[in-house]
Nanobody, 126 residues
């Protein structure tokens, strides 16, 4: 599967953005999907993940209540709605796919994801 993230940009603190990740290839509905982010000089950290059907989601504590992950399996796309953005949300955001032939909970570690998109920059200004 190939992943293409989009929707990043410059936004003021308190604002919102919606990221999209379009997947090409077959069997999108058999992948758990995740979002990670990497700020300059820092590790790539988990943000959120969603199961194949969308029935199970997982969030980092730092974004709970502000970010919402969703997916449209008919459109082969996963979304990350980001509200109440803070300066510390500034990072390059990456989407990732984890092949889940059997149903499993969406993971929160980088090693669980086999496929990665190119990233989209999110910059939050004061």
């Amino acid at each position: 599967v190939q992943l293409q993230a989009s929707g990043g940009g410059l936004v003021q603190a308190g604002g919102s953005l919606r990221l999209s990740c379009a997947a090409s290839g077959r069997f999108f509905s058999r992948y758990n999907m995740g979002w990670f982010r990497q700020a300059p000089g820092k590790e790539r950290d988990f943000v959120s993940a969603i199961s194949r059907s969308g029935g199970s989601t997982n969030y980092a504590d730092s974004v709970k209540g502000r970010f919402t992950i969703s997916r449209d399996n008919d459109e082969n796309t996963v979304y990350l709605q980001m509200n109440s953005l803070k300066l510390e949300d500034t990072a390059v955001y990456y989407c990732a796919a984890d092949w889940a032939i059997l149903s499993k909970a969406p993971g929160s570690t980088r090693s669980e994801y086999e496929y990665w998109g190119q990233g989209t920059q999110v910059t939050v200004s004061s």
